[in-house]
């Protein structure tokens, strides 16, 4: 999931010739006014924060300014911020346009009708949440013909857009929708899109990639704004790893294992801290790699649940005892192991030979982890 | 009977001279599958574990007879090798695949339902049948034949309940792994008929997740078709929203998805909830006593 900030998303737009403000992305205060005074923003104009978060408005992420000077204090305050948790890097001045209708549009996956869905909605400007369901058209989209003329008609209706205005939807749904298509996109999103005279403007642009697709786009690899350096790590070593708000590491094979061991630490009085699917190996480096990653992390202790079937138990021992090893002494964490099934007998051998038992009972290794993680027992 | 696998299946393993398609291969026939063919473009003549190769799917079936598939391929050529098994005349194709774009995947499930061929997975441990047939990856020690059917988003998780319930004593009729994409070819809603219909499931274990509303269709369809009991069990109750946990499909998006919801509906359709996976065999147990009695 690689989501673009709106900055990132607008380049796009711009690629697929979606009509935009006049603005530019600036990074510093110097910047943003000698964008405003070599005339390349209008006056007046918006200083919108480019973070990951929604919210801005509301947040003191997004500001107004007449002058260039007032540019400058704006950007100035607005990158000293940290906007929920996410410091700001890049600040977007815009001209403002006089908007006569804020819209609503979106492209996304339907992932029960297995179609991508085309949704409008006249209420724009707001949270597609809060709006009722009534105010908003939803239109399935098969790939294969594509966005079909009928279907575009009906957006255009269900905005009440006639005339130039409905042929200037027109022009930006089939701009958006190979988009979509083309960038392997999960999630094209314009809230609001200004109506301006009779022509649409994208004043917001929220765009997420898929992950999958990497083989096929390149370009989107250097982007990890929405990722920790530890979470770009294992990206990089194909390792699913998330990390969370607790201080238990935990390691498991497979994504609802791993799911299922965060929820039973928690039911014990656990705080998980790091999510780590080894998926399915045989190979006993990844596993090491795996846990020198979980160790960078700095857990109070870490659970190793393992439920062996095409990874096999002793390979998981093997890369456990190799990576215990390389921590240094003084960043070692307390370790509860439980691994269960294929060559378990083999596997558990392994681990008794290094000092390290494991406990076959989920709730009592759980119970475990959560004492030597200092919570309660 | 079973559940879309029986004796009569007859597998062709795409992407056969891999590491994975060697592997699992020789899994699929230690557990008397007939595996009947392979391939791998370029590789004819040569054999896998005993299994003959072919360069096309067309040929391999005219050779063998081959009735189902099972495609091991990479992600950027998986979208192509089920159109192949699809315009070969296979009507079963079970994906094990991970990391496939799910734009590749709505083109591949629309292609192949308009040809009458049902897709399992993408990325998921495919399907089982202890004493007929398996198609997939799941580990042959965790069953034995019996009443059970298991079906299910996860992979690991899912073998791991497979074994507690062999370990009760009890066994399984079939065990179908859905895969956990954002989009599937087989969802609960698209299994629930064929184990209503199966005679020899008595009790039903449905274990999802986080993420997309595949749970509560589930509850929606156990509410007016299902007359068999249903244990259910949905991993990812602590799990953050907008943090994609491991699955690209187990993620609590713009609040929708999450556990309660799930757990909810499922509930409300009569289903025993279990809280942990551990309580699943004795859960299942309960009811098969029950059942005995009656």
New interface residues.
Partial sequence: MVKLAEWRGKELFRKYGIALPPGQVVRSPAEAESAVASGGVPLPCVVKAQVLAGGRGKGGAVRFAATAVEARTASEAILALEFKGERVKEVLLEGKVAISRELYLSIALDRSARLPVLITSGQGGVEIESVADSAIDRQLVDPFPGLAAYERRQAARSLGLTGAAAKSLDALLTQLWTLFDREDAELVEINPLALVGDRLIALDAKVIIEDDAAFRHPEYAAIRDDRTPLEEIAREKEIAFVQLDGNIGVIANGAGLTMATLDVLKEFGGNPGVFLDLGGTDDPRKVTEAFLLMAQAHPKAVFLNIFGGVTRCDTVAKGLVEAMQQVPVAERFPLVARIRGNNEKEGVEILRAAGISSVPDLKASAQAVVAAAGGRP | MSVLVDAQTRVVIQGITGHQGT?HTRGMKEFGTAVVAGVTPGKAGATVEGVPVFDSVREAVAASKANASCIFVP??FAKDALVEAVDAGIRLCTVVTE?????D???M??YARAHGTRIIGPNC?GIAAPGKAKVG???N??FRPGRVGVV?????????IV?GIKERGLGQSTCLGLG?D??VGT?FVDALPHFQADPETDVLVL?G??G???EE?AAEYLQHHFTKPVVA?I??????PG?????????IS??RGTAETKLAALEKAGAKVA????EIPELVAGIVAQQARR
């Fill in positions: 592997v992600a950027p990391h496939i774009p799910f734009h995947m709505l083109v499930y629309h441990p990856i799941i580990p020690v965790v299910s988003r996860s992979g690991t998780l899912t073998y791991e074994n956990g954002p989009v969802s274990v997740e986080i997309g509303t595949a269709e069990y991993a990812g109750r602590s799990a953050p943090k994609r946990m491991g699955h690209a499909g187990a993620i713009r609040g809280r942990f996976p551990y």
